[in-house]
């Protein structure tokens, strides 16, 4: 099926010009041993449908083999400190010059990683403020690290750099104060033994347990919550107080003694030093944060915040976007602007220093909003990102690095972007290119595709069905290759479906909706039918519908919102507050809320596909029922790779072993008992038409649907996954494997498995991240469906395919930051693709032709002023 353009038709041999990457034998994951020649010093693009082998040729193959060549020329000793990925499956790679990976990673999840750390730009601004200030009369002369709330010089006294302080109340620890002691009035307090073991020693020590809390002396409250003394107490289990002061009096000897710890002690110690993530949690909610009072949120010390530059502190620069950043710095990069004649004048060495580093600030901050980032700023933290604006974060330091020869590997750049700007993607990539560089793109944008230099198109289809180049050449040449199923949309073989849009049954208003840029908003979204939210990068579509949106409805139905970021430090949390937002009508169309987000599955290997999804359950009791395990009374759980009795005693489980070396990353290797079945072998004989349990989870869901033909509730489950796209997946992927795109379609078949109910409001945020068109075009009738049985989908997208086969779509704009934030365009799909005023009608009117008006679908088209 291969295809390949000339020159590289042409047999590989020694004697062939240079200016290629020549691989051979590639068969990483699921490449078929696949031989290809690829242009250096070009934009190629790797096309396939979503698991068909892309990232396993451009990622597992090339780039790994780029990194483990230059690392060899690494001392031991420092190559320790590297991520090194593993060793690829090829038998040779010619011509690859060193790479760089810009992947969708979304880094530490801290609010101490920043945009300004990631660019880097932030230890610019430093250096600005530190060499070239303002300082305040007899204040010494400041290092740039006295500027950074990561460093001890920097960071604030009182909150460390973190800008909050957490305390705890009496408020947050005793949530109730109608209850008793006894009746856990003090929810601070641990469950449990431990919980009962503080209120036994409050007996000896002569507190009423079954009082009111809030009957109780103010005194004897505050003694119980926050002293800090830690008195040995004698319990006597079963007394009541005056029982207990009788045999203290009496010197009974008591069931036993304890230490007594007062509530708040309890909270801030467990916080501080407990190694379960669970545990945190749950003391975290009976913790309070405010400002802190000293540096009032700007998490620097005073001398610090003393420091001026056009009358800002650090502090406040950094929290102003990129596009005012750049205005601000404007003046001081033009050597003639009288600002800075005025400044050299006085300072000439400061003059220097100003207009040397702004003009860096400003080349740089051009990249940035060339790339769409305007409308972030340098304190904004990592955690609150979408792994494309990371990706493009990273992309914008790579321009300005100006590298000579290097391969760029890039995981779906257009991913969370706008069409608009994918434009000004394309011309930070050509940038790249026209330095001498090479780039090696994973995409199924077909407007990323359009540009490419070459084209390796993987397929035909995904997982076992995939592995195999369909096409490798010109733009020009793919054309011809019929079995494509990229190719299909690239050439606009495959139109949008014509239809026409469903009616709303109703409307549900939200009213004065204020949050980050929305700004006392006032917006409708109909219920009973598919809903597309649009606008640019940035512009609140996610503040709208995937925070606001969903914390009200949460709260409506009597439920809590969602909360944000479960893998971070409680303390460390971004929370931005909705300032405000009420539901104005239409919550009687909603009885249940369902978020289909893109948050991992599990955090361990341990966590995957078939036990998330329940499929395991269904697959366990089928093992469990056969002839053999009957016979030695083996039931489900025997085949649970985390049961003892089931599951491989040398890796108890994890199918791996960690082999540590000295000077070089630990190496995990196959367990030298299962072979990576993760089973023991008394589990792994019972087997199920000739496979056992082990080799059922190393299936695809498309090799189980196949095998399961008469197992009707493993069948059906298997085909929702099938329906959704997820067919190449192993049915015991680890979830720590997943796409953040992947975990999401997993998370929705699972709810498609469900018994399925009416007025239920879906809420997805970009769906299609990572999703070829022809898996898109499966989404969306998954989608449908839910519809179809009367609920309502939201849908946060910059796929056009997605808003143009929808039947509302809100657009969201005009701009990013402070210039979107309003509705633009609200109607059906033809409708807003008319629109004036908003930056996605260009793009949508694309499909004018296949977009239906209905005469008699009201005419909703609306801009706020």
């Not at 420091?307 to 033009?334: C, N, Q």
Request: aromatic share 6%.
């Amino acid at each position: 099926m291969q295809q390949i353009d000339k020159p590289c038709s042409q047999k590989v041999t020694s004697g062939e010009p240079r200016g290629f990457v020549r691989v051979r034998g590639a068969r990483e994951h699921n490449l078929k041993n696949i031989d290809l020649v690829i242009p250096r010093d070009a934009l190629v693009v790797f096309t396939g449908v979503s698991g068909s082998g892309k990232s396993s040729l451009a990622f597992g193959t090339l780039y790994a083999e780029a990194q483990r060549r230059y690392l060899e020329s690494v001392s031991p000793y420092a190559r320790r400190l590297f991520h090194q990925m593993p060793v690829p499956e090829v038998d040779e790679i010619e011509g690859l010059p060193p790479a760089v990976a810009l992947q969708q990673q979304r880094g530490a999840p801290t609010t101490r990683s920043s945009v300004g750390s990631v660019t880097t730009l932030s230890n610019l601004l430093r250096m600005l403020y530190s060499r070239a200030g303002d300082y305040p009369r007899h204040q010494a002369h400041l290092d740039a690290e006295a500027f950074s709330p990561n460093t001890p010089t920097g960071a604030c006294p009182r909150c460390q750099g973190l800008g909050k302080v957490y305390e705890v109340t009496e408020r947050s620890m005793v949530p109730d104060d109608s209850k008793s002691i006894r009746e856990r009035a003090i929810a601070a307090w641990p469950p449990a033994w431990h919980g009962g073991n503080l209120r036994d020693m409050l007996i000896s020590l002569g507190y009423d347990v079954d009082r009111p809390w809030r009957e109780l002396p103010k005194k004897a409250r505050d003694w119980i919550l926050y002293t800090d003394e830690q008195p040995v107490v004698p319990v006597y289990i079963g007394y009541d107080v005056n029982e207990a002061r009788r045999a203290i009096r009496r010197k009974e000897e008591p069931s036993y003694r304890g230490n007594f710890s007062s509530a708040r002690r309890y909270v801030l110690n467990t916080f501080a030093t407990t190694e379960s993530a669970s545990i945190k949690k749950r003391v975290s909610r009976y913790m309070v944060s405010t400002d802190c009072p000293l540096c009032h949120g700007k998490r620097l010390r005073r001398e610090s915040l003393a420091v001026r530059f056009a009358g800002y502190d650090i502090a406040d620069v950094s929290r102003i976007s990129l596009t005012k950043l750049a205005e601000l710095l404007r003046p001081y990069a033009e050597a003639t602007a009288p600002v800075l004649a005025k400044l050299r004048a006085q300072h000439p060495e400061k003059a220097l220093v100003v207009q040397r580093i702004a003009e860096d600030f400003g080349g740089r901050l051009t990249v940035l909003l060339d790339l769409g980032l305007g409308y972030l700023s340098l304190e904004r933290s990592t955690p609150t990102l979408s792994p494309g604006e990371l990706q493009r974060l990273r992309l914008a330091t790579q321009v300005r690095s100006n590298l000579f020869g290097v391969v760029y590997v890039l995981d779906e750049p257009s991913a969370g972007l706008h069409p608009a700007d994918t434009e000004a993607l394309l011309r930070a990539l050509a940038r790249l290119k026209a330095s001498g560089n090479s780039l090696f793109v994973v995409e199924h944008e077909v407007d990323v595709i359009r540009q490419a230099d070459w084209v390796v198109d993987i397929g035909p289809g995904a997982g076992e069905l995939g592995g195999e180049v369909l096409y490798s050449g010109s733009l020009q040449g793919f054309r011809q290759i019929e079995g494509s199923q990229t190719r299909q949309y690239l050439f606009g073989d495959r139109a949008v479906s014509a239809r026409t849009p469903r009616s709303p049954k109703g409307w549900l208003r939200l009213q004065g909706v204020s949050r980050n840029n929305l700004h006392d908003l006032d917006v409708e979204f109909p219920l009973g039918v598919f809903t597309t939210v649009t606008g640019v990068s940035g512009s609140g579509k996610s503040s709208l519908v995937s925070q606001v949106l969903v914390e009200l409805i949460a709260t409506g139905l009597g439920g809590s919102p969602p909360t944000i970021d479960d893998e971070a430090d409680e303390l460390e949390r971004t929370v931005v507050p909705t300032l405000g937002g009420r539901i104005a009508g239409g919550m009687e169309g909603v009885k249940r809320l369902v978020v289909v987000d893109q948050k991992a599955i599990g955090r361990t290997p341990r966590s995957n596909l078939a036990t998330y999804t329940g499929l395991f359950d269904y697959v366990r009791k089928i093992f469990a029922a056969t002839k053999t395990a009957r016979a030695r009374r083996y039931d489900a759980g025997r085949f649970s790779f985390n049961v003892a009795k089931g599951r491989c005693e040398t890796c108890e489980g994890e199918g791996f072993v960690c082999v540590e070396l000295l000077f070089l990353p630990s190496v995990y290797a196959p367990c030298p008992s299962c072979h990576g079945a993760r089973y023991n072998a008394k589990t792994l004989e019972i087997k199920h038409r000739g496979k056992n349990i082990a080799e059922v989870l190393d299936m695809t869901v498309d090799a189980a649907f196949a095998f399961f033909a008469e197992e009707e509730p493993v069948r059906r489950s298997l085909d929702v996954l099938r329906q959704v796209g997820l067919g190449y997946l192993r049915l015991g992927q680890p979830a720590t494997e997943l796409s953040g795109g992947e975990a999401q379609r997993i998370k929705l078949a699972t709810e498609l498995q469900r018994t399925q109910r009416g007025q239920t409001l879906y809420v997805l945020d970009e769906p299609t991240t990572g999703l070829h068109p022809a898996d898109v075009e499966k989404l969306i009738a998954q989608l449908d469906r839910l519809v179809d049985l009367g609920s309502t989908v939201i849908v946060v997208e910059h796929d056009m395919r997605v808003a143009a086969g929808s039947d509302w779509v809100i657009d969201i704009g005009p701009g990013a930051g402070d210039e979107g934030g309003r509705v633009v365009a609200a109607g059906i799909p033809a409708e807003v693709a008319e629109s004036s005023r908003s930056r996605t009608a260009p793009y949508l009117s694309r499909f004018r032709t296949r977009l239906v008006t209905d005469a008699s679908t009201p005419d909703r088209l609306a801009a706020s002023p």
